[in-house]
T-cell receptor
């Protein structure tokens, strides 16, 4: 059983659309990360959150600890947002440097 | 700052050969980790370190060794390469204090093929 589940696995959107990627987890966590993996393979951290909501530009991440669920939203999507978005969690009581990853959501934004 | 660097970017090994994947960071991060990424699977933790001289196993440690003699460097050694170790390997680092946050910084990856 996967401890971190993402949906959808693949997502195709038209430029300008509002996008939501979901992440559910089944374990107690101390933090949840959203990462972006570019088509070239590099991985960058978008957000780390343990409660509430964070916003960077067109990206918004929310987390509901009681429901064990997080969402990543992209407003006014653009082709350069095309990437794999990965959810990862740090276990409660575990090392913050050890993450359990979802399999990722591949997003393709068409012009 | 160079951030997290990994060498080599690509490597082809024959079964049974050994090699070391290098990882270095210049951000004075305490945590360093090695992950492997395989098609259809999420990244999986191989080994991690919470500081110089301290290492521990992750989810998939078999066939790999690590050491952490300095804060900056965290090499991953493949003892006797097997085709099952064909993968993309990522090194990552982060602070250990909540004062600085636990944002993960990833290296560019090493694509390893074992024939």
């Amino acid at each position: 059983k996967n401890e971190v589940e993402q949906s959808p696995q693949n997502l195709t959107a038209q430029e300008g659309e509002f996008i939501t990627i979901n992440c559910s987890y089944s374990v107690g966590i101390s933090a949840l990360h959203w990462l972006q993996q570019h088509p070239g393979g590099g991985i960058v951290s978008l957000f780390m959150l343990s409660s509430g909501k964070k916003k960077h530009g067109r990206l918004i991440a929310t987390i509901n600890i009681q429901e064990k669920h997080s969402s990543l939203h992209i407003t006014a999507s653009h082709p350069r947002d095309s990437a794999v978005y990965i959810c990862a969690v740090a276990l409660d009581g575990g090392s913050q440097g050890n993450l359990i990853f979802g399999k990722g959501t591949k997003l393709s934004v068409k012009p | 700052n160079a951030g997290v660097t990994q060498t080599p970017k690509f490597q082809v090994l024959k079964t049974g050969q050994s090699m070391t994947l290098q990882c270095a960071q210049d951000m004075n991060h305490e945590y360093m980790s090695w992950y492997r990424q395989d098609p259809g699977m999420g990244l999986r933790l191989i080994h991690y370190s919470v500081g110089a001289g301290i290492t521990d196993q992750g989810e998939v440690p078999n066939g790999y060794n690590v050491s952490r003699s300095t804060t900056e460097d965290f090499p991953l050694r493949l003892l006797s390469a097997a085709p099952s170790q064909t993968s993309v390997y990522f090194c990552a680092s982060s602070y250990s204090s909540p004062l600085f946050g636990y944002e993960q910084y990833f290296g560019p990856g090493t694509r390893l093929t074992v024939t």
